[in-house]
């Protein structure tokens, strides 16, 4: 008999249904606008770089009480509405027996690409044992966090895949888009074996009691609407769908992805990330379904302030984010964020002022 979330053990969750985050992400109407950041646990905090000195980063991410300890920070230090769980995409990875590395100022870095079926058919599945540690992290940061929702994440199929085939960051995903089109079979079959990687490693945090989930897919806005459909769509589709019987959140996030903003949202996700690209209320026109449709609604959106204006003046920052939360009353919700990651030389301090004017507005 296969394994539901009705059959495995649950975690005893924390009453939330009032926090903002949680409430905005189902579409109601928050006490207060919402607001975290993506990456707001890493390089530009201080007590961030200190405690991780002389720690790789993989390291730090199989330590369940480092692992807690970066996700508890950027919560005390700035007042989020949502901790995201300290981690990375490769984490299940390396988890699962590849050997791959993150390389200072590089990225992830794979020691032999996947380029052909021999090397797809030796791309191995997760156990969730192998991920325990992060399990226990989340455990703790269930135990410490109090009234602020603990978001957990995995990258999409897509994604994982474009690292494993290029053998680390891509400017132009040239292996990828080679293999996806001359080997179309072997394609959905790597990315079906990284599809049921994410989706145990998801399952793996929800078990242990995060309260939502956003999948990353970093890289799908290098693809043609036409290309994410037929060879990315599916996979994600099935990654969202495995974790809908949790009845928690589901993000889906991208970079560069205003024109598979509509594909994205058929993948099935309760919440569309946008990045700094397309202003939300253009994309809430976008992703909402016709009125003429039975199902009509509009979406709810995550976003969307380009990282690189905060290190702009304050005057700058303050109008920006003034007009993103004005172009987010389009939609049915609207989580505050970034359009993608805190950039390492961004001041703390910048970040703290901008979480307390969202909650001002």
Known sequence: MPTTAETRPQPARRELSEAPFLVAARGGKPARLPVWFMRQAGRSLPEYRALREGVPMLDACFDPEMLAEVTLQP???HGVDAAILFSDIVVPLKAAGLDIDIV???GPVVASPVR???AVAAVPLLDPEQVAPVADGVRLLVERLGSTPLIGFAGAPFTLASYLIEGGPSRNHEHTKALM???PELWHSLAGRLADVALTFLRAQLDAGVDAVQLFDSWAGALSPRDYREFVLPHSARVLAGVAEYGVPRIHFGVGTGELLTAMRDAGADVVGVDWRVPLDEAVRRLSVPDSAPDH???VVQGNLDPALLLASWPVVEAEVRRIAAEGKAA??????????????????VLTRVVELVHRL
Do not use: K, Q, Y
């Not at 505050?336 to 001041?347: R, S």
């Open 75 to 77: 919560v005390r230090r």
């Open 104 to 106: 200072p100022g590089t």
């Open 116 to 118: 052909d079926a021999a």
């Open 181 to 183: 089109h001359a080997d």
């Open 297 to 299: 609604a509009r979406p």
């Open 332 to 349: 049915a919700g609207h989580i505050f964020n970034l359009g993608h990651g805190v950039l390492p030389g961004t001041d703390p301090e």
